[in-house]
């Protein structure tokens, strides 16, 4: 089983929560809910004319004078216009049957308008809703450690925040109003029925326990189902993302039909949930049509009894007949309805445990907001883990004054990029204690912290835009002036000068039409404009081509002069010229001191500097 199936994973919450957290979200727009309502109401209402109608038109058009199955409400109301008329029963009947049909033409017209505005108002509701969980839910993923996003692929995050949204979307322009609709449909008509027949309406009510039985079946089956569904379009998403982010690699190593067969049978999965999602659904609609049939069968047989007992008049039991319908049309309509809230309810199970997440690194509530730094670090018997106890940092310690440069060398998984990660608090520490300027980082809020903090990477990232969004970030408060200036100071303005459009260059996605060194040139810049107080080089002059090598060096010994730096490097020959040099092994500073002082010492840096000196003299 893959390591991020998400119907493995995923929290499940109880209905009545799901439903009470949803109408939370409705309390802004709680007036226009209640209009859309009442309007919904109204519709209910309209929607119980036309069998009235249908029922009074044959029973005007039945009449005749001496028959004993004229409805007796009627034929008064018929012998009244004859004589204050002066008309005919025949031209009574023609009348009658027109002026009902006007008036049935014009309530479609008004319900139509009704229908349209009540629909306008809970889209509009469903989408102001639908953007502010959005945007809720995209802000709740920002505000997440480094840690807790990289438990869960990018694509599961995508799925929640777009098609997980959708559904939800569906919940609040359809499924609530067409719910509260279908029900109120159901009350009205059964109170109209018990009026018109209390015996008829006894038959009718003797397949409501089967009703609910099966309804609350088809929830059960289908809430599971449509979690598993879910789950596997999150899964696909998250393969997807995967993979066509790594498509360069797949393709290096031939393995294009093993992450076919992989997808095809994650393809397989979603194919197998939706399947067994349609056979519940097509199991559930057809037995309420089957007992909607079965109802009007029933009706039909005992209305002709009741009719011919003059129990019931012809208009009443037509009335009633077709009000069969106005029952089982909501009831079919809640088993659609149904089908898109349990597949809603699955989608907000998602997105409820995402928001859920608990933030794992947020501002104390006495932290402070400082506009700028000195620049002086501390480490003070710092210790720290990824996992349990399984120690990167093992008690360290050191000082680093304003507007020192220092470096940080050692084999691969000494902890260097660790300490730096730590710094800017993209992980917490379980033991000991970092200070900026003697004060500890936790009592400084994490945004004023990251704002005086300039980071340059190994694996540079660009968005996709312009070299001058790229720069700013999109920051509108850099005049043109100062990202000229920034681009210029670390000699990324010999690379822009050359491009066609220059600082309005396109660039594609994640930086794809720029080479490394260049990337790197666009970085500095960007972490100059920003104007930070102390800087940090995560082997950000590794893997550059020889052509941009002598700007990136010159571009860096500018950059020494901005504030206090940290530099980590495999390449002993950048950071000669730092101040303080910290050698760690295995989570522990093992030597500390410039160039000189480390190579007379005979430790490990001599023996790092030895072999890389030797690759060099062997020309490798």
């Known amino acids: 089983m893959n390591k991020f199936d998400d119907n493995k994973k995923i929290k499940t919450y109880s209905t009545g929560h799901l439903i009470k957290r949803l109408f939370s979200y409705i309390k802004p727009y709680k007036a226009k809910f209640i209009l859309a309502l009442i309007l919904t109401l109204f519709t209910v209402l309209m929607d119980l004319l036309p069998a009235l109608i249908q029922g009074s038109i044959i029973g005007i058009l039945s009449l005749e004078s001496f028959s004993e199955a004229n409805d007796p409400k009627l034929l008064n109301i018929a012998n009244y216009f004859m004589e204050n008329l002066n008309i005919t029963l025949k031209e009574f009947k023609l009348y009658s049957s027109l002026t009902i049909i006007g008036v049935y033409i014009l309530i479609i017209v008004l319900n139509g308008f009704i229908l349209y505005k009540s629909t306008m108002i809970l889209q509009k509701i469903g989408q102001g809703i639908v953007k502010k969980l959005r945007e809720e839910t995209f802000s709740h993923i920002e505000s997440l450690s480094i840690a ?161 007992d003059r129990r019931l008049t012809i208009t009443s039991c037509v009335s009633f007949y077709n009000y069969i319908s106005n029952l089982y049309n909501p009831i079919q309509n809640l088993a659609d309805l149904f089908q898109t809230m349990q597949n809603g309810f699955a989608s907000s199970e998602r997105i409820f445990e995402l928001l859920d997440t608990k933030i794992e690194i947020e501002n104390e509530d006495d932290a402070i907001e400082l506009d700028s730094f000195k620049g002086k670090i501390e480490f003070r018997n710092v210790w720290f883990a990824y996992i349990d106890e399984n120690w990167i940092l093992e008690d360290v310690s050191f000082v680093i004054k304003p507007g020192e440069t220092v470096a940080f060398v050692g084999a691969t998984g000494a902890g260097k990029t660790t300490i730096l990660s730590l710094i800017t608090r993209n992980y917490e520490i379980n033991k000991g204690e970092i200070l900026i300027d003697d004060i500890p980082i936790k009592k400084i809020k994490i945004e004023s912290l990251r704002s005086n903090i300039g980071q340059m990477l190994q694996d540079v990232f660009l968005f996709s835009g312009t070299i001058k969004d790229n720069i700013t970030l999109h920051d509108d408060k850099f005049s043109d002036e100062e990202i000229n200036a920034a681009a210029k100071y670390v000699n990324a303005d010999k690379l822009i000068d050359k491009l066609d459009g220059k600082m309005e260059y396109k660039v594609l996605e994640r930086g794809s039409n720029f080479s490394s060194g260049e990337r790197q040139l666009i970085s500095f810049a960007r972490t100059v404009v920003h104007k930070p107080n102390i800087l940090i080089l995560d082997e950000a002059t590794a893997n550059i081509d020889t052509e941009t090598e002598v700007l990136i060096q010159d571009s860096l010994e500018k950059m020494m002069n901005i504030g206090t730096m940290l530099i980590v490097a495999h390449r002993l020959s950048t950071i000669q010229h730092a101040d303080k040099i910290i050698v760690l092994h295995k989570g522990k500073i093992m030597e500390s001191g410039t160039h000189q002082e480390l190579l007379k010492q005979h430790g490990l840096y001599y023996n790092l500097y030895e072999l890389q000196y030797k690759h060099l003299e062997a020309g490798e």
């Not at 397949?207 to 999150?234: D, Y």
């Open 148 to 308: 807790q996003i990289n438990k869960n692929p990018i694509g599961k995050y995508v799925t929640r925040v777009t098609s997980d949204m959708n559904k939800i979307s569906l919940l609040y322009s359809d499924v609530i109003v067409n719910m509260v609709k279908a029900f109120l449909s159901i009350i009205v008509v059964l109170i109209v029925m018990i009026v018109i027949s209390p015996l008829l309406s006894l038959y009718v009510l003797m397949v409501t326990p089967l009703l609910i039985v099966l309804s609350i079946l088809f929830n059960k089956l289908s809430r599971k189902q449509f979690r598993l569904v879910r789950g596997s379009i999150s899964n696909i998403n998250a393969y997807l993302n995967e993979n066509l982010a790594g498509m360069k690699v797949i393709q290096i190593f031939n393995q294009e039909d093993k992450k076919r067969n992989e997808f095809k049978a994650k393809n397989q999965e979603l194919k197998k949930n939706q399947l067994k999602q349609i056979l519940i659904f097509s199991i559930f609609r057809p037995l309420i049509y089957f007992l909607y049939l079965a109802t009007r069968l029933i009706i039909l047989f005992r209305g002709v009894f009741l009719i011919k």
